[in-house]
């Protein structure tokens, strides 16, 4: 993998983490977190699109690289959701 692939991999990242995290109406942080919850998102929505069975709706190859767009989303904002419930849980509603 080169570095204009890998660089193109985080964008793409970023972006699914930022759209999962609208999505869900929480915010966790910026760019970087943006990333990995996009990476997070990924693995989690490839996950239960298996457990369900479905397909890969949207994937980007990237060099050797595929990367499910659409179950990044999915994934971010049930990732996003779940951490915001957890904040929520021990620090109470007032703080995001």
Known sequence: MTLTELLILLVIA???????????GYDL???FVSIIVGFIGAYIGLWIAGKFGLPEIFAIKVGAKTFPVVWAV????VFTLIIALIRGAIFGRNRQ
């Open 14 to 24: 970023a972006i699914c983490g930022g759209v999962g995290q609208s999505l869900a």
């Open 74 to 77: 999915v994934g971010s904002a």
């Open 29 to 31: 942080g910026g760019c």
